[in-house]
């Protein structure tokens, strides 16, 4: 075959004409010398230098940056400032379910709750009421009217039902409100009920 070709040659004359016209045959056989970017498995870690075919290169590595030729700018770069090519490990994300989330959620709430139980249990609500006779108030202190400072005084939203007021306050004092928040807002050690302190003091 190879003489066959080779009396082809000698008959059109292109084998005297330009004898280096097929000397390039098997340069795709070569491999290049890259530096990695980063670690590839079954290639190299990052910085070492490797062998590649040429389409490898060309295709996959260099496109995403995963190496760059093996010459001396590049390998100072590597050298003097290896963030510069090396990409970060892939971080691997867990699928989380609807059922995990739900959870989840809910147990982040539970926690604000509790807090906030906690923050009303220990806080103590003045308010501050004109009298019109002993210790008698003008105006009686209602529900809505402690509800409204809890939320001014203290950054908590209540429900009017989470509160526990039979009657209206209608004297100055120190009273202690009986709080009904959800049962699985777990109560500390002793204490049968969450309460709410509340004050009431002239001006």
Avoid at 64 to 76: C, E, G
Avoid at 149 to 164: C, F, G, K, S
């Amino acid at each position: 075959m190879a003489a066959a070709r080779a009396a082809l040659l000698r008959r059109q004359g292109l084998a005297t004409a330009n004898p280096f016209l097929f000397s390039g045959h098997g340069l795709r056989y070569r491999k290049l010398e890259v530096i990695l970017t980063t670690t590839i498995d079954k290639l190299g870690k990052a910085g070492e230098t490797v062998k590649v075919a040429p389409g490898h290169f060309r295709n996959h590595l260099m496109p995403k940056m995963l190496a760059v030729p093996n010459i001396d700018k590049f390998a100072i770069l590597m050298r003097e400032h290896p963030k510069l090519y090396q990409r970060e490990e892939e971080v691997v994300v867990k699928e989380v379910t609807k059922e995990d989330d739900d959870a989840r959620l809910a147990e982040e709430k539970l926690k604000e709750y509790q807090a906030a139980a906690k923050r009303l249990d220990n806080a103590l609500l003045v308010l501050r009421r004109f009298i019109s006779e002993g210790s008698e108030l003008r105006s009686p202190v209602t529900k809505d009217e402690i509800v409204n400072e809890v939320a001014r005084q203290l950054n908590i939203n209540i429900h009017p039902d989470n509160l526990h007021l039979v009657s209206p306050l209608s004297s100055l004092g120190e009273f202690e409100l009986p709080l009904r928040l959800p049962k699985d807002i777990p109560r500390p050690e002793g204490k049968l009920q969450w309460t709410l302190n509340v004050k009431i003091r002239r001006p």
